[in-house]
């Protein structure tokens, strides 16, 4: 509340600003000891009409009209800058209070639409909340007075409340039609530039890389990528003692619209969660990812993802793209910490190999860590629904890594060999994937071109009489759903024979990623994720192989063979591990080292010859 103080504008000598009222007129002692409430209200809009609508110019004329009306006792509750479209507002909530206490003895605002613009409200209080308060109310310049029911300016109250409703509503229809082509340009609409970007000098509509923030964004990713959640990395940089954003933002002096807490240094989840699921660190614009229902409803709600518009390379990236979709991925598969607090960095990227599903990491306090395995879900929870698959953590580590040294290695020293044979391999697997993919895709395309055409005809039957109103809503919402569902089927398609046709590009991708990771050492969360998109494991079979840890024929698997405990045993347990890489899928790597042991020769032979 903003009174005459602006509560401290709630007048103090009320004797000062009160006119005494004839010695022959007798005045209720109650009565005159309640206050008249002059309510005055200013929204960011009301500014545009001018000097007229002015708190202060609201102020003069209310208090001018107490003494001449010889209203007693005159106190000011102000709004300043509040909109009329909801009453939310502290100082009508504080006015209304003094109400329900029984303080107020009338109410007096300059017009109708200082009360409010929300004609609902505006009618329910005037009908309702103000007679049962026995609270006089009166709007000076449209002559209302609730102490004169006879008087047709009261009767025209219920127009005047729709006209003031509708001055907003077109406000802001004009406000979002200017905002609909600022989000459509690429221009961004929010006033508050996220961790990591500040606005440049000389355009405020345009980003510039904080470089500070910027290394704390990327390295929040990078934790990510290795395998950790939310909780962890807050708690990883509140152990680096790295400035929150709202801290980082105070200590620089740059805007923000949220209160530091104690610790600087606290990370909550939820800020962790932000950053990683936001989009603009890929260099690009999203505009329109909250709505509100009405502008009486100012709660904002999720925009649906396909409703958003993205405008790319709008700013300078901090995140790549490839490294944003890869967070994302591993966000989708988060995944719970067993009960003992441990977690894996190959959790959400073990499958069962016959049935799909995930593989659980299972653990105990009282394991070694070479006792850790991971076991299919399915067969966890019904033993009949899927066979054992079970793998050791630990030997899982060593597998993978020993092939992925060996992807990284060939990359490194064939990378010409490696580009001809995964072409041509992608190539021939495409060509009928593609035919298979295009052929689903057309006749899902032809199905809904004839659920059109059914509908139009069905309604036709239906409007002259063929059909009863009954059968057409069954048979209409059976063609919706069909329909619905085959748009979204052909959505998938699409994105499969794009997917398809960029398989140079997919190539060019893979090869790059493998060339940051030439240096490492040993398997990690980084390049796991970075270049390894899911790994299945087959059941145990049995056979007479003594080799460990070979290739199979066509190379596209790592089998693992385990001895047997008892010496008298001959036959070896062997498992089967399929590594699907990002972009490029299953690498066959025995049949590459053949294919460039064989190209070579041939080489040699051109050369002797």
């Known amino acids: 509340m903003n009174n005459l103080s602006d509560r401290n504008d709630i007048v103090t000598n009320p004797v000062s600003m009160t006119v005494a009222a004839e010695k022959e007129e007798k005045v209720n002692t109650a009565a005159k ?4 409430a002059l309510y005055c209200r200013l929204s960011q809009e009301d500014e545009r009409l001018g000097e007229s609508m002015s708190i202060q110019n609201q102020k003069e004329m209310l208090l001018n009209y107490a003494k001449e009306n010889r209203f007693s006792n005159p106190v000011f509750y102000v709004d300043d800058g509040y909109t009329g479209t909801n009453f939310d507002r502290p100082g009508f909530q504080q006015m209304l209070s003094d109400m329900q206490n029984g303080k107020v003895s009338a109410l ?16 329910y209080y005037q009908k309702y909340v103000f007679p049962q308060l026995e609270v006089r109310y009166i709007a000076v310049n449209d002559n209302y007075d609730s102490a004169n029911p006879n008087s047709t300016d009261n009767d025209m109250a219920l127009f005047k409340n729709l006209f ?12 979002r039609a200017v905002n609909r082509m600022k989000g459509e340009s690429g221009k961004t609409l929010t006033t508050m530039v996220p961790y990591g970007y500040v606005k440049d000098p000389d355009d405020s509509n345009h980003w510039i890389v904080d470089e500070d923030a910027a ?10 990528l290795e395998g950790r959640g939310p909780s962890q990395i807050a708690k990883q940089l509140e152990s680096e003692n790295i400035l929150t954003p709202t801290a980082y933002k105070k200590e620089k002096g740059l805007p923000t619209n949220c209160n530091i807490k104690e610790n600087p240094c606290r990370w909550v989840t939820e800020s962790v969660i932000r950053i990683l699921e936001r989009r603009e660190y890929t260099g690009c614009t999203v505009a329109f990812k909250t709505f509100r229902n009405s502008i009486w409803d100012k709660k904002k709600r999720k925009n649906p993802e396909e409703n958003w518009v993205v405008t790319p390379d709008t700013h300078e990236a901090i995140i790549d793209e490839d490294t944003f979709n890869k967070v994302q991925i591993i966000r989708e598969k988060r995944h719970r910490r067993t009960k003992t607090g441990k977690s894996h960095i190959f959790s959400g990227l073990i499958h069962c190999y016959d049935c799909g599903s995930n593989m659980y990491y299972c653990t105990s306090n009282n394991f070694e ?5 991971f076991e299919c879900s399915v067969h966890h929870k019904n033993h009949s629904e899927c066979r054992t698959h079970f793998i050791r953590a630990e030997v899982l580590e060593r597998l993978v890594w020993e092939h992925l040294k060996e992807v990284i290695s060939f990359v490194y020293c064939h990378e010409s060999y490696f580009r001809e044979y995964m072409k041509r391999v992608s190539e021939s697997v495409s060509k009928q994937e593609l035919k298979s993919l295009k052929k689903q895709l057309s006749l899902a395309e032809n199905r809904i071109a004839e659920i059109d055409r059914l509908y139009t005809k069905t309604y036709e039957d239906n409007a002259n009489g063929k059909i009863s109103d009954e059968r057409f809503r069954m048979l209409s919402e059976g063609y919706d759903s069909e329909q619905a569902d085959l748009k979204s089927k052909a959505i998938q398609l699409q994105k499969q024979i794009d997917t398809q046709e960029q398989n140079t590009e997919n190539l060019d991708r893979f090869v790059s990623l493998v060339r940051s990771h030439i240096e490492d050492d040993g398997l990690n969360g980084y390049n796991l994720h970075e270049l390894i998109q899911g790994i299945y494991i087959e059941n145990c079979d049995v056979d007479n192989n003594t080799d460990e840890n070979i290739d199979d024929d066509n190379g596209e698997c790592i089998i693992y063979s385990k001895k047997p405990k008892l010496s008298s045993a001959k036959k070896h347990r062997i498992r089967k591990i399929h590594i699907k890489y990002d972009f490029i899928g299953f690498i066959p790597v025995k049949s590459l080292m053949r294919y460039a042991e064989e190209s070579e020769q041939a080489q040699n032979k051109e050369i002797s010859a």
């Open 33 to 36: 000891a309640k206050i008249t």
């Open 108 to 123: 007096i605002t300059k017009d109708l639409s200082r009360l409010g613009r929300d004609s609902t409200m505006v009618g």
């Open 164 to 175: 003031n409703e509708f001055y907003p509503l077109d406000t802001s229809r004009k406000i």
């Open 215 to 224: 290394k704390v964004v990327k390295h929040i990713f990078s934790l990510c």
């Open 369 to 373: 860590s070479r006792q850790d395995f």
